[in-house]
Structure formats: structure tokens, C-alpha cells
């Protein structure tokens, strides 16, 4: 007699710890055994084939409102399909605050879009303007609902923070117990590298990566650590692009602080050169901070060997190459400062860090299991209901085919966006079955699930992200600004 509805059968079971063996019992949605010879009403053979917790990509850009009351091409429908065609099961995506305006009405907003959602989904609230309304009251109540992080830019015309607004948001988020996420480039430098490159005619899309050098980013890594330093709030480091930035953060861990950072693919695989492909082309490789090049790409792996990156999520935040609201959008000459930014990548995430990192012997399966699942979820309170392979936990599990090769072509994304960076990369290992929420939601490629399916995921206070009560002068301003 069947004792769970969905057995997952011999295949090789690769958390964050161990790798063995086993068969996966699934029963009311979530893992109820891992052990041998199971029987379920459903069997997925998974001989020959690693049986890992789905991905949990804690930075993307999914149907995010833009201050022309338009939103991001890739829907939470389509953005769903992308991620469990890459097997990624749950997402942590952004709702975005515009100047002026408040953040309890959006918010709302993103949760009845998100209503189509395949995947799992949580909010990062980003901030943009912290006034004394929104410090004071509409932080506190949207932190209660469940979203626990708050985003600020360092840079960004019109997004960036000055030093005292972004302190203002870290001592709301002390206050309210909320992770902050920031993203560390400087906004003064940038503007000024970009005026002087304008009036020198450089203009094409490779100039985006001389306005914003490694130096820019490192500043603001830097400041922002230290004034987390002196709030005492714990935060994440977006997007590090290069060692020299890492190296900050790992002072910062070194001295006790709670400083986490993460890196995405593009770091491993782009390089500034690509910006400078032929005609407009360079523009699909557009994002911030910029990718380097390829001796700062294979140093980039020491730092997450060494846990001072130890998440790797997407920043999938795309713009299709032709169309409205795309690349071309101001046309095919347009100066690098008018281009949208951001590279696609929902489905690509694990594929890449497997190829690059596991196969190439850089990283072993268990670290990469950290990477893409088990570190975002703790990192985001998810844990131990998502990034795990154990009784209890969500039963979100990708089959993976480590011998698999295949060569990236836009049509295996399944995401809305018209391109991919990606194209023609050869890569080995690919998900041949997401499994989310107990249900089959993706086989051979064939994504099938409904929309809808996807659930709200609201995050209680957790340990990790509490302050370590390390203040100057036993001080906390934070009770009062
Ligand atoms: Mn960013
Ligand atoms: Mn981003």
C-alpha cells in the first residue's frame, strides 16, 4: 500500500551537508520520509539523477512597476515558467517604491499580481524615499505583514539614497527587526565619470562599464558597511562583481559584523568585452555593477570558496532587446546612460554555477546546494521550509542530469524577455524535473503548472538577522530617528 502520494526514487538526495542515496516520500505537499524503498501513488524515477532542493533565487526582478505606471515585461506567469524550467521554486522579487509616495497601496498592488505566480514568492520593499511617514509608520505594518527585507540603491537617478536617508532606513529596519539589501555603487562618481565620457563622445554601450569602475563599487561597499557598522544592522551586499569588494565584506565578517553578500552568473561569465561586441549587441550585457573580465571572473570563486559570497541569486531584471521599453528603446544609437539596464537569467542561475563551479571542479555539490538554495533561504527566513531535503520541508525538489550538455539558446528560457546573454554557451548538467509543492511542475522541459499555484511567502522574525547589540557607546540612536 502507498504511503505518500509522490515517491522521488533512487536517485542521489545533495543538500547543503551530505549527499547519499535515498528515495523522497512526498505526501500533502510537503517531504514526509527520506529512505528506502518507499511506495507512493505517483513515482518519479530519479535513477542516475541528484535530487536537490529547488532553487530559491532571493534577488529578481519580476513584473516591477516602473514610474511610468508601466511594469517589467516578465510577468509573475511568465517569470514563473523561466524559473521552473531552471529549477528554481521560490523567488524573493521587489516591490518598488517611486519618490513622494507611500509603500502600503503598492505593496498591495504586488500582491494581486503575484496572484499568477507559479513559484513561491516573497517581497523585498525597496525604499527610495524614507519620510518621516514611511520610517515611522508604513515600514513597521509592511514588515509585520511578512516582508522582512527592505532594498536601497546607492546609486540611480531617481533611486539612490544620500548617507542620512539610508541611515534613516537602517534604523527603521533595526527598529522593526527587517534585513537591509543594498546596492553598493557611487552615485556622485558614476554621474561625474558619466558627464566627463559624455563630453568626450563616448558614448557606445561599452563606456557603462569605464562610468562605474571597481573603485566605485568598493567606496560604497565599504560606506555601507560602515554605517551598518554604526546602526548596528545586519545587511546583505547585492551583486559583488569583484575581489577587491569582497575583500571589504570579509573585513567586516572578520571583525564579527553581520555583513552577507552574494554574486550572481553574470560575474563568472560576462566581461566588460562583451559590451563591446559589434553595433548595438553590447547593450544585452548591459547591467550594474558591470561585469570585469576574466582572471577578476575565476578570482571571484575564491571568495565564494571561501564563504565570504555565499549566495548566488540572478538579479534577472530584464529588458528585451527590441520593443517598448527594451533595449533599442531610444534607438540603436542611443548614449549608454539611456539604455535600460539589467541582464535576464531566471533559468540560467543553476545551470551556469553548476557548469562553471561543480563541474569544473571550482566548488563541491553540497556548496552548490548552499548557494543556490539553502544560503538564500536562511538568509531570507525561509528556512527550513525551503532549501532543504527533509521531513517537514516544502516538497520543492529539482532532478538534475549532471551529465547533460546542452548549448543555451533563448527558447530554452521560457521567459518573455527576447533574448539571453547566454546565447550559445555550452553548459553541463540541466533540470530534467522541478517538483514544487509536491506536484510535478516541470518535465523534459515542459513547464506545467497553473498559474496561481504559487504561494505568498510571509517571514516571521528570525535569529540570523537580529542586531549583534554592538553599539557605539552602548547608544542606540536608532529608538530615536
Ligand atoms: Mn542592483
Ligand atoms: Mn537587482
Given at each position: 500500500?502507498?504511503?505518500?502520494?509522490?515517491?522521488?526514487?533512487g536517485?542521489?538526495?545533495?543538500?547543503?551537508?551530505?549527499?547519499y542515496?535515498?528515495?523522497?516520500?512526498?505526501?500533502?505537499?510537503?517531504?514526509?520520509?527520506?529512505?528506502?524503498?518507499?511506495?507512493?501513488?505517483?513515482?518519479?524515477?530519479?535513477?542516475?539523477?541528484?535530487?536537490?532542493?529547488?532553487?530559491?533565487?532571493?534577488?529578481?526582478?519580476?513584473?516591477?512597476?516602473?514610474?511610468?505606471g508601466?511594469a517589467?515585461?516578465?510577468?509573475?506567469?511568465?517569470?514563473?515558467?523561466?524559473?521552473?524550467?531552471?529549477?528554481?521554486?521560490?523567488?524573493?522579487?521587489?516591490?518598488?517604491?517611486?519618490?513622494g509616495?507611500?509603500?502600503?497601496?503598492?505593496?498591495?498592488?504586488?500582491?494581486?499580481?503575484?496572484?499568477?505566480?507559479?513559484?513561491?514568492?516573497?517581497?523585498?520593499?525597496?525604499?527610495t524615499d524614507?519620510?518621516?511617514?514611511?520610517?515611522r509608520?508604513?515600514?513597521?505594518?509592511?514588515?509585520?505583514?511578512?516582508?522582512?527585507?527592505l532594498?536601497?540603491?546607492l546609486?540611480?537617478?531617481?533611486?539612490?539614497l544620500?548617507?542620512?536617508?539610508?541611515?534613516?532606513?537602517?534604523?527603521?529596519?533595526?527598529r522593526?527587526?527587517?534585513?537591509?539589501?543594498?546596492?553598493?555603487?557611487?552615485?556622485?562618481?558614476i554621474?561625474?565619470?558619466?558627464?566627463?565620457?559624455?563630453?568626450?563622445?563616448?558614448?557606445?554601450?561599452?563606456?557603462?562599464?569605464w562610468?562605474?569602475?571597481?573603485?566605485?563599487?568598493?567606496?560604497?561597499?565599504?560606506?555601507?558597511?560602515?554605517?551598518?557598522?554604526?546602526?548596528?544592522?545586519?545587511?546583505?551586499?547585492?551583486?559583488?562583481?569583484?575581489?577587491?569588494?569582497?575583500?571589504?565584506?570579509?573585513?567586516?565578517?572578520?571583525?564579527?559584523?553581520?555583513?552577507?553578500?552574494?554574486?550572481?552568473?553574470?560575474?563568472?561569465?560576462?566581461?566588460?568585452?562583451?559590451?563591446?561586441?559589434?553595433?548595438?549587441?553590447?547593450?544585452?550585457?548591459?547591467?550594474?555593477?558591470?561585469?570585469?573580465d576574466?582572471?577578476?571572473?575565476?578570482?571571484?570563486?575564491?571568495?565564494v570558496?571561501?564563504?565570504?559570497?555565499?549566495?548566488?541569486?540572478?538579479?534577472?531584471?530584464?529588458?528585451?532587446?527590441?520593443?517598448?521599453?527594451?533595449?533599442?528603446?531610444?534607438?540603436?544609437?542611443?548614449?549608454?546612460?539611456?539604455?535600460?539596464?539589467?541582464?535576464?537569467?531566471?533559468?540560467?542561475?543553476?545551470?551556469?554555477?553548476?557548469?562553471?563551479?561543480?563541474?569544473?571542479?571550482?566548488?563541491?555539490?553540497?556548496?552548490?546546494?548552499?548557494?543556490?538554495?539553502?544560503?538564500?533561504?536562511?538568509?531570507?527566513?525561509l528556512?527550513?521550509?525551503?532549501?532543504?531535503?527533509?521531513?517537514?520541508?516544502?516538497?520543492?525538489?529539482?532532478?538534475?542530469?549532471?551529465?547533460?550538455?546542452?548549448?543555451i539558446?533563448?527558447?530554452?528560457?521560457?521567459?518573455?524577455?527576447?533574448?539571453?546573454?547566454?546565447?550559445?554557451?555550452?553548459?553541463?548538467?540541466?533540470?530534467?524535473?522541478?517538483?514544487?509543492?509536491?506536484?510535478?511542475?516541470?518535465?523534459?522541459?515542459k513547464?506545467?503548472?497553473?498559474?496561481?499555484?504559487?504561494?505568498?511567502?510571509?517571514?516571521?522574525?528570525y535569529?540570523?538577522?537580529?542586531?549583534?547589540?554592538?553599539?557605539?557607546?552602548?547608544?542606540?540612536?536608532?529608538?530615536?530617528a
Amino acid at each position: 500500500m502507498a504511503d505518500y502520494d509522490l515517491v522521488i526514487r533512487g536517485g542521489t538526495v545533495v543538500t547543503a551537508a551530505d549527499t547519499y542515496r535515498a528515495d523522497v516520500g512526498v505526501r500533502d505537499g510537503r517531504i514526509a520520509a527520506v529512505g528506502e524503498q518507499l511506495e507512493g501513488v505517483e513515482t518519479l524515477d530519479a535513477g542516475g539523477l541528484y535530487v536537490m532542493p529547488g532553487g530559491v533565487d532571493t534577488h529578481c526582478h519580476i513584473e516591477q512597476l516602473r514610474p511610468n505606471g508601466k511594469a517589467d515585461e516578465e510577468s509573475f506567469a511568465t517569470g514563473s515558467t523561466a524559473c521552473l524550467a531552471g529549477g528554481t521554486t521560490s523567488v524573493v522579487t521587489f516591490a518598488a517604491q517611486f519618490k513622494g509616495h507611500g509603500i502600503r497601496d503598492t505593496l498591495a498592488e504586488y500582491h494581486r499580481r503575484a496572484k499568477q505566480a507559479m513559484v513561491d514568492y516573497s517581497f523585498h520593499q525597496i525604499i527610495t524615499d524614507p519620510s518621516d511617514t514611511v520610517v515611522r509608520e508604513e515600514i513597521p505594518e509592511v514588515v509585520a505583514s511578512g516582508v522582512r527585507s527592505l532594498k536601497v540603491f546607492l546609486t540611480y537617478e531617481p533611486s539612490h539614497l544620500d548617507d542620512r536617508e539610508f541611515i534613516r532606513v537602517l534604523a527603521a529596519a533595526r527598529r522593526t527587526g527587517a534585513l537591509v539589501t543594498v546596492h553598493c555603487e557611487n552615485y556622485e562618481a558614476i554621474r561625474w565619470r558619466t558627464a566627463a565620457l559624455m563630453a568626450d563622445g563616448r558614448s557606445a554601450p561599452k563606456y557603462h562599464s569605464w562610468s562605474r569602475p571597481k573603485v566605485v563599487e568598493r567606496e560604497a561597499t565599504y560606506r555601507a558597511i560602515a554605517l551598518a557598522e554604526m546602526v548596528d544592522q545586519p545587511i546583505q551586499v547585492f551583486h559583488v562583481s569583484c575581489p577587491e569588494v569582497a575583500q571589504e565584506i570579509a573585513r567586516a565578517q572578520a571583525r564579527g559584523l553581520k555583513v552577507w553578500a552574494e554574486t550572481c552568473p553574470q560575474y563568472f561569465v560576462l566581461g566588460a568585452a562583451d559590451m563591446d561586441r559589434p553595433g548595438f549587441e553590447g547593450a544585452k550585457f548591459m547591467c550594474s555593477p558591470s561585469p570585469r573580465d576574466k582572471a577578476t571572473s575565476d578570482a571571484l570563486w575564491d571568495d565564494v570558496r571561501r564563504g565570504t559570497l555565499d549566495v548566488v541569486s540572478s538579479d534577472h531584471s530584464g529588458s528585451s532587446y527590441e520593443g517598448e521599453g527594451g533595449k533599442r528603446i531610444h534607438g540603436n544609437n542611443a548614449p549608454f546612460p539611456d539604455i535600460p539596464n539589467g541582464v535576464p537569467g531566471l533559468t540560467t542561475r543553476l545551470p551556469l554555477v553548476f557548469s562553471e563551479g561543480v563541474v569544473k571542479g571550482r566548488i563541491d555539490l553540497n556548496t552548490y546546494v548552499r548557494l543556490i538554495a539553502t544560503n538564500p533561504a536562511k538568509l531570507f527566513g525561509l528556512y527550513p521550509r525551503k532549501g532543504t531535503i527533509a521531513p517537514g520541508a516544502d516538497a520543492d525538489v529539482v532532478l538534475w542530469d549532471p551529465g547533460k550538455r546542452v548549448t543555451i539558446t533563448n527558447d530554452l528560457m521560457q521567459h518573455t524577455i527576447d533574448y539571453t546573454p547566454y546565447e550559445g554557451m555550452e553548459v553541463t548538467g540541466w533540470p530534467v524535473a522541478t517538483v514544487k509543492g509536491g506536484r510535478v511542475a516541470m518535465r523534459d522541459g515542459k513547464v506545467q503548472a497553473e498559474p496561481g499555484t504559487g504561494r505568498f511567502l510571509p517571514r516571521a522574525p528570525y535569529d540570523l538577522i537580529k542586531p549583534t547589540g554592538n553599539l557605539p557607546d552602548g547608544f542606540d540612536a536608532s529608538a530615536f530617528a
